[in-house]
């Protein structure tokens, strides 16, 4: 294959995945007339459509879907094993993509991975907030985050944390002129803080567990957020109650400055897990970053 054909290659995967030729742009560097330009002339040598474009939107031909299905993951195998031989003779080397959520980057994976960027100069680490569940193998991620119920079972999983309790959260001030709930009926007439998903636009149900049954809690409140962070200082403020990870909300319930309520209707989540796919699993970067980020007791 001619260097041109697989440089181009390398442009078209980068527009299929993003369907956008804008923000493929961003991500590969280059303008939005470039990529155009590039992707037009891969489908003229050849001589078929890739890509349907409208004012609005990309979309991939057939054609341009069993490219991306059949070659993308093929030549991603190379890049690896390439990397993993040039690993060999000498330093960890290469940029290792994450994907997870604001908090977990903040509280688990960040503070793990700070002190070994130091020791390894040419390491290099991307970490992206997202609270979609991301295809990382679609996406070139190289390791991603979620509950260890959530990963796919091709996948290698590595544990992060132990497993995780949720709380139901307010401030003291907030429960000032109002009692506590104790049950979902009470917890319907509070101002609930809510979270909106990034994956379908909707407002996340809470997912409580109470005498061994599962309950999907629809709460109402004043205000929403994309993410626990805000959620959090939301709740700080008193602007109602948050549903949020124990190792979030911990060190603000041991100083006073949260409440938990409802706790016999607070479940116990299976525990974070970084996951990557197995043809990963030879490169030295990558196994120096998931045996810093992994769980020790």
């Known amino acids: 294959m001619a260097r041109d054909n697989l440089d181009d290659l390398l442009v078209f995967f980068a527009v299929a995945r993003e369907r956008n030729f804008t923000r493929a742009a ?71 993509r994450i994907t997870a959520v604001d908090h977990v980057i903040s509280s688990v994976l960040w503070p793990r991975i700070a002190p070994l960027l130091p020791l390894h100069p040419d390491l290099h680490v991307e970490l992206s907030a997202d609270y979609r569940i991301v295809d990382i193998a679609a996406e070139r991620y190289d390791i991603g985050v979620r509950h260890g119920d959530q990963v796919d079972k091709d996948m290698i999983a590595v544990r992060l944390t132990p ?38 636009g909707g407002i996340y149900a809470w997912e409580l567990r109470h005498e061994g049954r599962d309950v999907e809690a629809r709460v109402r409140g004043q205000a929403v957020f994309t993410d626990a962070g805000h959620i959090l200082e939301a709740a700080l403020d008193g602007a109602g109650l948050g549903f949020l990870p124990d190792e979030l909300v911990a060190p603000h319930l041991a100083a006073g400055r949260l409440r938990s309520v409802m706790e016999d209707w607070c479940p116990l989540w299976p525990g974070l897990h970084a996951y990557y796919p197995s043809r990963r699993h030879s490169s030295r970067a990558l196994g120096l970053v998931i045996d810093a980020i992994r769980h020790r007791a």
């Not at 280059?30 to 155009?36: D, N, V």
């Not at 506590?180 to 803080?193: E, G, R, T, V, Y």
């Open 26 to 96: 961003a991500r590969l560097g280059m303008t939005q007339s470039a990529l155009s330009h590039i992707v037009r002339a891969l489908e003229a040598r050849l001589g078929v459509r890739l890509l349907t474009r409208t004012t609005r939107s990309v979309s991939l031909t057939e054609a341009g879907e069993r490219l991306l299905q059949n070659v993308a993951p093929r030549i991603e195998e190379i890049e690896a094993e390439i990397a993993a031989i040039s690993e060999l003779g000498g330093k960890p080397a290469g940029t290792i």
């Open 163 to 200: 497993d995780i309790r949720m709380r139901i959260v307010g401030a003291p001030f907030y429960f000032a002129d109002r009692a506590a709930p104790a049950s979902l009926a009470d917890l319907m007439q509070h101002n609930c803080i809510n979270l909106r998903l990034a994956s379908s």
